[in-house]
């Protein structure tokens, strides 16, 4: 079975720990927990020799650097009979970047990483970050304005306001990718925000009253003027870069003709099975690359590609 990135089997998110105040107590005096930071978005990682490590902490590591109770903690589940609790170590008296350069430490984006991590630590450290995103966008009650506060071990937001109350829950933002075919070639794109030379499989949001198989039709040809046929589910993975679930496709195309939308995308080309194991295109100057390992898009292609 090929490894979805971000989202291990392994894990038990223990929905049921949730509400229980005492479960929670004991899981965080538990000498044996495992505690992950998030500082700013980002999460922490341990330089040890060249490699680098998340940055996962336990209960007496905590206790240095927040000798005090620290501010709205997140359960985040169990794994190998250990839990994970998130934290924003924003919110404490400790001076980030001394700590960090004392104890060889850096602040990242975890895709820089994450292909490097074991599935539990990378899943864990998506979680968090992910988590972490909502609590920070999700301050205020969307129906009253008052301050929400949380509750439910961190997965639940409620509003402060007596006469409103409205309970607030994370949210995912659904978006499609979908590998589009012509026989022995496919379409591959490229966003200005990708690397430099990287091409991809194209994407985009989930509108609302809209199924999966709309938006992928209205993607493809909003992006480069295509129509499609045979849609067929792949997989998902969760890209909580912020808040993202990509849902995979394939497609087939009912013609070749593209008409770019270079406010959509920057350039696209199709890509026969040879330019894709070469990297080279002759209408790509200096090669180019495929998608990032730790993605879906890079599942699509590579499944694509052993048909061949």
Request: proline share 6%; net charge negative.
């Given at each position: 079975?090929?490894?979805?990135?971000?989202?291990?089997?392994?894990?038990?998110?223990?929905?049921?720990?949730?509400?229980?105040?005492?479960?929670?107590?004991?899981i965080?005096?538990?000498?044996?927990?495992?505690?992950?930071?998030?500082?700013?978005?980002?999460?922490?990682?341990?330089?040890?020799h060249?490699?680098?490590?998340?940055?996962?902490?336990?209960?007496?590591?905590?206790?240095?650097?927040?000798?005090?109770?620290m501010?709205?903690?997140?359960?985040?589940?169990?794994?190998?009979n250990?839990?994970y609790v998130?934290f924003?170590?924003?919110?404490?008296?400790?001076?980030?970047?001394?700590?960090?350069?004392?104890?060889?430490i850096?602040?990242?984006d975890?895709?820089?990483?994450?292909?490097t991590?074991?599935?539990?630590?990378?899943?864990f450290?998506?979680?968090t970050?992910?988590?972490f995103f909502?609590?920070?966008?999700?301050?205020?009650?969307?129906?009253?304005?008052?301050?929400?506060?949380?509750t439910?071990?961190?997965?639940v937001?409620?509003?402060?306001?007596?006469s409103?109350?409205?309970?607030?829950?994370?949210?995912?933002?659904?978006?499609?990718?979908?590998?589009?075919?012509?026989?022995?070639?496919?379409?591959?794109?490229?966003?200005?925000?990708?690397?430099?030379?990287?091409?991809s499989?194209?994407?985009?949001?989930?509108?609302?009253?809209?199924?999966?198989?709309?938006?992928?039709?209205?993607?493809v040809?909003?992006?480069?003027?295509?129509?499609?046929?045979?849609?067929?589910?792949?997989?998902?993975?969760?890209?909580?870069?912020?808040a993202s679930?990509?849902?995979g496709?394939?497609?087939?195309?009912?013609?070749?003709?593209?008409?770019i939308d270079y406010?959509?995308?920057?350039?696209a080309?199709?890509f026969?099975?040879?330019?894709?194991?070469s990297l080279?295109?002759?209408?790509i100057?200096?090669?180019?690359?495929?998608?990032?390992?730790?993605?879906?898009?890079?599942?699509?292609?590579?499944?694509?590609?052993?048909?061949?």
């Amino acid at each position: 079975m090929v490894q979805t990135f971000y989202a291990s089997p392994k894990i038990n998110r223990h929905g049921d720990y949730r509400s229980d105040p005492q479960i929670l107590n004991k899981i965080m005096a538990d000498e044996n927990t495992s505690f992950i930071p998030v500082y700013k978005g980002k999460n922490l990682f341990k330089q040890i020799h060249n490699n680098f490590e998340a940055l996962i902490l336990n209960n007496k590591d905590l206790k240095k650097i927040l000798p005090n109770d620290m501010i709205n903690p997140i359960f985040l589940g169990v794994a190998n009979n250990i839990s994970y609790v998130g934290f924003n170590i924003g919110e404490s008296d400790l001076d980030i970047d001394l700590w960090c350069e004392e104890n060889s430490i850096i602040i990242d984006d975890l895709r820089k990483f994450g292909p490097t991590l074991n599935e539990i630590d990378a899943s864990f450290l998506a979680l968090t970050s992910g988590m972490f995103f909502w609590h920070n966008t999700h301050k205020f009650c969307g129906s009253c304005g008052y301050s929400n506060f949380p509750t439910e071990g961190g997965f639940v937001r409620v509003c402060s306001n007596t006469s409103c109350g409205k309970s607030h829950f994370p949210r995912t933002d659904p978006a499609i990718i979908t590998l589009i075919s012509s026989g022995d070639r496919i379409l591959l794109g490229r966003s200005p925000r990708f690397p430099e030379g990287m091409y991809s499989t194209l994407a985009g949001f989930v509108e609302p009253g809209e199924s999966l198989e709309q938006a992928l039709e209205r993607e493809v040809f909003e992006e480069v003027g295509i129509k499609v046929k045979n849609i067929k589910y792949f997989d998902s993975q969760p890209w909580p870069f912020p808040a993202s679930l990509m849902l995979g496709f394939f497609a087939e195309a009912k013609h070749e003709d593209m008409k770019i939308d270079y406010d959509e995308i920057e350039d696209a080309h199709w890509f026969s099975i040879e330019e894709l194991k070469s990297l080279q295109h002759p209408s790509i100057k200096g090669g180019f690359k495929l998608p990032r390992v730790d993605s879906i898009a890079r599942r699509l292609v590579n499944t694509w590609m052993t048909k061949f």
